[in-house]
């Protein structure tokens, strides 16, 4: 009793993580995730239409030189854990105390929020890790009139795509606002989704091969695991379609009309994602059941060749115990033939029972 | 262990066409599907009330020609692979590239956009190949003023019917504007998921003929696979409801109150369809639970075989065990009717376990 | 292989009558049923308050006589297989080609359509024939000015009570509109579906009392087609509440004030309906697990028995088996009271087993 | 086959009591109930602030003294079979003939009808008999300017509290209008379903006992015995939540600002209950699935045993079969040790086999 | 059968108390929770930005003196059985008696209701007790325009922290108005709730580990009762997330809209809280099913090693058999080498067999 109360409570322990905040004033910055060093970087990317300048900064006062201009800048924060350089940098760029909050709570859900002069979005990017396992990291972004802030714990290869559009001036993103960067950036994320998505339906479709070819006590938990994974997928992924639609309806006058028809295209991915997440549960589930018909026709074939050994010889083995017994006065077997005729009876008893077997398609 | 990693490794890859999209800016045209030779081929139907004119253009700029004429011109593309050729035309037509971008991804769910100048609407084609197999095509839909463009990979018997009724002027096709196609293009496709729907019910019925009459271990199997199939049309379709209700709530100037009564039609074959669906997943799982109530029972029925053999022959061998002992002083074995008194007992034991099966029903 | 491709396409074909319709103009009058003689008979009730006048048409053609009468006038039409005449009739009463579709459509979903001139409502009218079995007739009723135009396939008893009440003019039937006439022609129908629910609850009682008490193979099967039985009843009925709802929520000229306060009650029967076939499907879902518990309990008991006979009598066998041995050497096989002694062990484990097996609750 | 159709046609009969109504016009006057003698009952109480008066009418004609008196007054008729005196009462107070069809069909769902000079409620009361099963009576209410008209079948408990609360001028009642005294029996039915949602809590308590510490064939019958309970009442209990919602949103001039306030509270106690009842059949769902958990439990274990003795046994007597053989020929039996050697080989494998399960985790 | 009524009568009269309510007027002042000794004690937390004041009450009506001045003050209640010091205090602060019959029905569904001079919210606490189980209390509160009522049954530490920020002037809570108190209360309440949803998500982990490595039947029990503890904590909690959406979307002049950017946090939360249970019943589900997985995959581990010895063994034992027998004429016997070859027989069968296992996979 007294074991199971401690490793329940050294279990809740590990969990509590997400409670340090329990307690504390709303808007209190405190961090959540589980890189916990205080290391952080800060790296600038400026541009428009024909200037394009990238700096990584030694200190967060940096960043103010770059707030004023009408240049397009993209701060990317890396390292979430330092909550004081957070706070100093909220405090530079007006940011309100209940978004910092947010930003560095790892286990914030998905949402968007529009104050007067920004709108501030969080979600989560999910990637595959080298052992081509989903990973899910914490992002958060503030758009305000000419600059994007994006959060992020460590550097990931998900942005990288936007990098290299605004370097190489693809695309319209050099040409155009803050708004624009936003919604590529959301759109990134959104975009690795579907990475995740086929990853899931690749495994679904090995799982599938497995289950119908050679299935084994590891097919059942591989699938569940699977499904589990899938269920944590979906908690953070569902909620970015509404908070795309949210921003195509918002009327915040930072984002423009030419932003949103963009937007829209996103908010068709996310719609996509979810059906697909949807779609991903339910073949799981069919997965599962075909796992247990199958075992229930093997557990059937099983008792099928039990029944019929043990319905033929154990009436045969009977007859033979009979003359077995060591009566004095059996006259069976005195007679010269008794033991042919009685073979002769065992046989046909065999026979009668394969006949019968047959009759049920047994075989 | 990295062997399984490789089968994971690989299978993703399988999927990963679908990525080649991911990083990209939006807007670029990048073909998702599996016909990457790039050919592709453009047939151009021009009509009126009173003109008919059938051609098979060799270059993309012979589109033009047509283009600003008032007769309603259908122009059908085939092949999405060669990408710069879509772009070309996109370009002659002033499409967005967010949608040249759908046209070409085989993969884009059923949906409806429009533009200041044009409506675009992109769903799939559910078609029987040869095998009585459910297959699916990519199809995209744009109705600008006096054109439809028609985007599809390979040519389908899905539009004959409107290619016949625009050339032996059956109907209203002739008399109306290019709204009318529009519409007719779509009902042709929706009218063809009926052909499908159908054959999953024809399914059903055999499945349910095979369940009742001669279930194997093989008809779980084709239960659960129709269930999939139905799951992976369901996706298709479930949509389009939406996509067909979207164009009657629109106001777009481009189409007509009068197109709009034939919508409702389509509208109502579409929720039609959705109904069937969901009575069909309904119905399989019924299915599913007839097979395996049906394979229970048989265990069952084999278990009480087994049972009823065993419990009546194990003790009388018992008996005739007690009496192949060798011991010296047994006084049984000397009696002259010895023998004839244990068959009695046995044959009296018997009779008690048949009356004993009888009276618990188990046979 | 060919022959279960075989079984397929006739099973498909079997089911393409719905698909007659494929490919044709939208507007195209398509019988679906299957009664293909083309007979038809046309049968007029013209009424006011003060007048009752009975006839049966020769041709159609002399529908139009009724036709710009003031008073309330009720076509009645039974055989759709005949298109031509069917056209013949919609073009006298200014009929859209569409609606026309729909009349003969056997297959076609409960709706309702409002036109600039008319009403067109379409619903199936479900009826016990003589068997007792749940049969399903497709109707189609037309409300115009001072007409009322219903269309069926043969002549039923649904609406003898209407034809009553207003030959022998009980109620306020005589002294209404057409609109009334158009009500109580759908609540006749609504009023029907109550006998098959029912019937329906009726089959419910039986199987739970045959669940309970006597329960074979066979009830499962039939639960099961009770279950398919219910889903495509509720395929028919649920779209009718909707139907009602909309003609209610209609602001048609057709349709007055006073008759909604009927169509009503007409909502509140659909709504009840549609709860009731909600509650037997759960109903039934919770027979089957009845009967699945049922079996289950059973298979435990038959294991119980097979688990006791053999674990007492398998030990108890082979130590007869032991001394029946012919070793040379035994000295208990020489030993006086051996055989009873073994005997005695014997009796001891029996003792021992059925001790153990009723503190485990076995008997 | 003519057996089960007589069995159907008797079953289907006795549920026709709901069918005598079909057919007929609306409006018709059809009791539904099974209490078909015809006798009635009116009580009146006519009250104000410093008022009470109890009275028994023996005629309807005197319940039209008090219809016009600026008194609240309070009618309430017992018995509904009585079809003439029900309409001969409705015409005194102008009753529309739809809602005297509802009053006394004692199958209608719960609902609220307004009409111009009074509203109309039907509902259910729900109760425990003396052998503390639940019941459900009929019950309608109509509320006029000063007067509040109840109908049901017999006089219940129900209503007692609004009745000494009158009486003995507890609370605000003797101080308010009609309105009041209308929420008030609306109020007292709703806080009697409490009684019957803590009855099925309390023999879900009861059951979850049976199924954890003696489960027994009987347990799983009466689990679904309140299943089918929970949802007969789910069934007339759910609608009641829209009906107060609705006469609290509704505008009509009869219910008072301040009356709504208190319906406001009623409203929450039916949101209580209807979730009450959805936690019940997730409760009893859970309960089923421990149930058969349990049981698959102990067929586990059953199994275990019969595998544990026979495999252990079954080949120790093949041993002791072969050395039962009587071949002339066999050295070990002429060994002098022969006979322990073997007993010593069959205590190894006993060892051997027990270890085998031990490490199986058998035991 | 009386018994088990008297058992009934019992278990539903534990659960009466909820009803001591019925029949009772609305707003008669009832407690319902189980601390019934009447004891009471009200403390008043009274400041503004530059004052704070901490006083325990004797009298209720010392609460009166703090009412009108325009600092802000929570008065703290806690135990609310003794019914007629909460009525006193609801006089002097105006409640409504409806009011203040939900503050003491400690069953009462979380809600909020508007009045016109105040707000009343009522909601659960949850929390882990000592021996980390989760733990429920009645809380209800009311904001005025210058006071927040906070009533508890018990003390607990849930507001510990709101304390600590008013006294030690943290955030900015001292210098808001009661709004913010009133929101900061709810916050405090619902950040608990994660404390619990942790205590769940740890529950579950373990559950799992404990299904994977060493599941027992207690363990299906364990995860059955951690389900039921997951129902009725989302009884309490579901229904938060109304309440807090509710004041958010209210138009109450006592709710300021600087205190809705807060509460918009306290709704983010109750959103997060609520996909987390819902996830948490998945995951739960989830292990029901591994567990039943991994029984029937242990079911038909046995199963097939009692089939492999039946089957090997059984017919060897046949062979035994007939040589065994004593008829006098058996050549057999009588050969030299006979006992050699039956033997050799034997073993050969025994090798076929088990490559007929081993070609079945059967180890």
Redesign the interface.
Known sequence: MTKK?L???S??Q???R??R????????ITYMGNREDGTYAITVIDYSDNLFDFQTLTRVEDALAFKEQVNVTWFNVYGLSNEKEIDKLGNYFNI?P?VLEDIVNT???P?I?EYDDYVFATLKMLY?NK??EISTEHCAIILSEHNVLLFQEIELDVF??VRD?IKNK????RTRQADYLFF?LI??II??Y??VT??I???I??LEEEV?NHPS?ET??KI?RL??EV??VR?WVVPVKDLVNRIIESEHPLVTKETK??L??AL?HS??IN?NIQ?YR??IT?L?????????????E??????I???I??????I???????????P????????FY??GIMFLILIVMIIYFKRKR?F
Chains 1, 2, 3, 4, 5 share one sequence.
């Open positions: 109360k490793n329940l409570k279990a809740i590990k969990q509590f997400s409670q905040q329990i307690g504390k004033a709303p808007g209190t309100n209940l286990n914030q859900r949402k929020d595959l052992d081509y990288e795509g559009r693809f695309g319209r993103i590529a759109d990134a975009d690795q579907f990475v086929e990853n339906a690749a495994k479709d090995l119908y006590q059942a938990e569940q499904k589990k269920l944590s908690k028809l963009f829209r295209d068709d719609i996509q059906e779609l339910e073949l069919n599962m059941e075909v796992y247990m018909t199958n075992m229930s026709n093997k557990m059937n099983v008792m099928k060749v039990l029944t050994i043990a319905t010889f154990i009436p045969l083995t009977f033979a115990g009979i003359y077995g017994m060591n009566f004095k006065n059996m069976e077997l005195e007679s010269e033939y008794g033991y009685v073979l047994w």
